[in-house]
């Protein structure tokens, strides 16, 4: 360990988040981080005095990473919810964003089991994710979150699809919904 080199609260971040990548979100520990960066666990617990601080930083991460790579794609808005799919549908299967889903969805799965502090983090980033989509859509307020609510839905199940199923039958899948031709 080096005592000599102070490590900022956004390495440590950093470095969690990398540890997740490699060992999953039901993995990470304080020592698993520490170690990534050959520093005491303490140094983490100082910035993230409990594991559920350094997992919801984590898992808000990973949403910002998610919004990152539909933004482009997002960027005009839409009429409809599949359009908004249809657009951000190649961004979405690009084999790199694979990793980040398999940990977003490892985190939704960990919340529906009851596990904290999932439980508690994933349903406010879920929300999250339905009010930054609603500002893409037109239409009156209850209309566009309905829109949103739907594109998110649609994305989330045929992603979910492709982490557990595998590309060729998400695209099949997406082909027969419409999303792509």
């Not at 409990?50 to 482009?72: F, K, N, R, S, Y």
């Not at 790199?96 to 983090?121: C, M, V, W």
């Amino acid at each position: 360990m080096s005592p000599s080199r102070k490590h900022s609260r956004d390495e440590i971040l950093a470095a969690a988040v990398e540890t997740a990548f490699d060992g999953g979100l039901s993995q990470l520990s304080f020592g698993r981080v520490a170690r990534r960066l050959g520093i005491a666990d303490r140094t983490v617990v100082y910035y993230f005095p409990t594991i559920g601080d350094l997992i919801a930083h984590v898992v808000v991460m990973l949403g910002l990473q998610l919004q990152a790579t539909l933004e482009p794609a997002f960027e005009g808005g839409a009429a409809e919810p599949i359009e908004l799919v249809r657009r951000a549908w190649p961004a979405l299967t690009n084999p790199e964003a694979d990793a980040t889903f398999g940990l977003f969805f490892e985190a939704n799965g960990l919340a529906a089991a009851g596990r904290s502090p999932y439980d508690a983090i994933v349903p406010q980033l879920v929300e999250g994710w339905i009010d930054w989509a609603t500002g893409y859509f037109t239409g009156p307020e209850e209309q566009r979150r309905a829109d949103a609510e739907a594109a998110i839905a649609l994305l989330d199940g045929v992603l979910l699809l492709r982490q557990l199923a595998g590309p060729e039958p998400a695209d099949r899948a997406a082909a027969r919904l419409g999303i792509v031709g």
